[in-house]
């Protein structure tokens, strides 16, 4: 058998085994032995926490047939099949890439259906948050009143994206990040059973590294054995996740505390030139500043501190940094993270990090809050005259405003705003010429997808639009606002994003026109008007007056529908 992940190989099987979340598995384990489950589930939280490994622990329990409090067997027919993926009862869905409207009715058409093995058919929609809102408004009615014997586990990273009518359809269960302690004792648990030997500081920094993943933390083990030929040294660990060594964050912060950028400098390039992350350097920085500031408290607190970093040679020079300088680095270091997450050049920014944390005129700076809270009072003096001045100003201007003469007075200029001169009537015409209700709600229907497919900022600007008129292969757009309607003409990669999304989308060529909502009812008028005045030229002899009126009409209902007309007698 070809080799497996370890995350893999020891997922949870049962909900005593999911690490790091009791409260949840516990409450489910009742639900489940008591028979109180619910028909539909929300697990949100961060990456590699157990949602997952829930859900599918959850769809085995409901349907064992020899539950034990709770917990599934993985004895029987049910649980061996659903361990091994063949269990056709128990339906995985990934969102991301199966998030279309089509998709989720295809669901709701399925749920009718009894399940063929197990008391329960349950589905489990991994990433949700990745639905569409067309597809979102298609799981609505089904998650909120399905089948007696049907189950949804929704699961997702960032909740804030799922419409608040499909959270409250649901019992919603937060994951937390894992304990840095829980997953040593799991990775510990997994080495002793394959007879590996480790190093405990290893251990230290890929728990570290992993930060509350437990699959993240399994990941870069299974790395790091593969690295080292199935051993674990703290060196592999090292070389592993870019973390860097006592001796190299030692020599940092000594250049650091010297206040000697030269020799800052001179260790940074050391320390970039052996492969370690920036990112890693600047976490373990501000991991450093915790442990001294817990370190100088001499309270109750220095028993927190993190022997694996505060050696011996860290701590002989603890002793020259106080609080307020820690906190200035903290800061400096947290903004320099923020460039580095949206820039390739971290050399850079490393560099001016280096130079500013290291530089001898940091503690004047950092005096400098103290300096200026005690000539607070010499200010407030200053700015009691100066409050003073700025009334006598006013007053004065408020007296030469009212002496002078209304004749002075000139009129406001008058803005022309010719807002008719990017309105292309013809293609609205055109549209117009063709327009049926069949187009206009094929249009509505398509228009979730084609919003998810746009750009954060141009789905901004569409969501003050609607489609108002449709034909075969044209598509009017009316704009609540005139001064959206303005930007979106000017800009063209807007244009070029909806013509391609919604002709890929009706697989045809579509033209987009728009148009300002206030103008729309009046262009529609005018467009009825022109026909009508074109017909009479045309043949006024050939058709009475009663004729006529009826043309208007049956024009009328051909582009808005017959729900959207009301004849009346003048």
Not at 291 to 313: G, R
């Amino acid at each position: 058998m070809a080799y497996q992940a370890l995350y893999r190989v020891w997922r949870p099987q049962t909900f005593a085994d999911v690490v790091g979340q009791g409260v949840i598995t516990q409450t489910l384990r009742n639900a489940v032995a008591s028979n109180m489950t619910s028909h539909a589930y929300l697990f949100s939280g961060p990456r590699g926490t157990g949602k997952t490994s829930c859900a599918k622990i959850l769809a085995k329990a409901v349907n064992c047939l020899n539950p034990q409090d709770g917990e599934p067997c993985n004895k029987c027919e049910i649980c061996k099949a659903a361990n091994e993926n063949r269990l056709n009862d128990v339906i995985e869905i990934d969102a991301a890439s199966n998030n279309g409207v089509e998709e989720i009715r295809d669901i709701r058409d399925k749920v009718k259906y009894a399940p063929t093995e197990a008391k329960f058919k349950v589905y489990i929609i991994d990433e949700v948050h990745m639905l569409s809102q067309g597809a979102f408004n298609a799981l609505l009615k089904t998650l909120e009143e399905p089948p007696a014997n049907v189950m949804f586990i929704l699961a997702t990273t960032e909740p804030q994206k799922i419409p608040a009518t499909i959270i409250s359809r649901t019992q919603s269960f937060t994951f937390r990040r894992i304990s840095r302690q829980d997953i040593l004792d799991r990775m510990e648990l997994i080495l002793n059973d394959k007879e590996i030997e480790y190093d405990e500081e290893a251990l230290n920094i890929i728990a570290t590294s992993a930060e509350g993943g437990m699959r993240d933390a399994l990941s870069i083990l299974d790395q790091a054995l593969s690295f080292g030929n199935d051993q674990l040294t703290l060196k592999n660990a090292q070389e592993v996740t870019g973390a860097l060594s006592n001796e190299q964050i030692v020599s940092y912060m000594t250049a650091v505390a010297e206040n000697n950028p030269a020799d800052a400098l001179t260790n940074l390039y050391k320390i970039l030139a052996s492969g370690r992350s920036a990112i890693r350097f600047t976490e373990m920085i501000i991991r450093v500043c915790r442990n001294i500031i817990l370190y100088n408290s001499n309270s109750d607190l220095s028993n927190q501190m993190d022997n694996t970093i505060m050696t011996n040679e860290m701590l002989a020079i603890a002793d020259k940094f106080d609080n307020q300088r820690l906190f200035y680095i903290v800061d400096q270091v947290s903004n320099t993270q923020r460039n580095l997450k949206n820039s390739n050049q971290t050399d850079v920014y490393m560099e001016i990090l280096t130079v500013k944390i290291s530089e001898p005129q940091v503690e004047q700076t950092s005096q400098a809050p103290a300096a200026a809270e005690s000539s607070q009072p010499q200010d407030n003096v200053q700015v009691d005259r100066l409050s003073e001045e700025v009334q006598q100003l006013k007053s004065k201007i408020k007296n030469l405003a009212t002496n002078q003469p209304q004749a002075q007075k000139k009129p406001k200029p008058r803005r022309n705003n010719n807002k008719q001169s990017h309105l292309n009537k013809t293609a609205i015409y055109r549209v117009l010429g063709s327009a049926t209700k069949q187009d206009l709600n094929s249009a509505k229907d398509i228009w979730p997808d084609v919003m998810n497919m746009l750009s954060v900022t141009q789905r901004a600007m569409m969501k003050v639009s609607e489609p108002v008129a449709a034909s075969p292969d044209g598509l009017v757009m009316a704009f609540d606002y005139p001064m959206w309607f303005e930007q979106a003409q000017e800009d063209q990669d807007l244009l070029d994003s909806l013509t391609g999304d919604v002709s890929k989308l009706m697989k045809k060529q579509v033209q987009i026109v728009m148009v300002p909502k206030q103008e729309w009812p009046n262009i529609r008028k005018e467009y009825i008007s022109n026909n009508i005045d074109l017909s009479k030229n045309n043949d006024v002899k050939s058709k009475p007056k009663a004729a006529k009126s009826d043309e208007t009409i049956d024009e009328a209902v051909k582009l808005f529908g017959q729900d959207n007309v009301d004849v009346k007698n003048d």
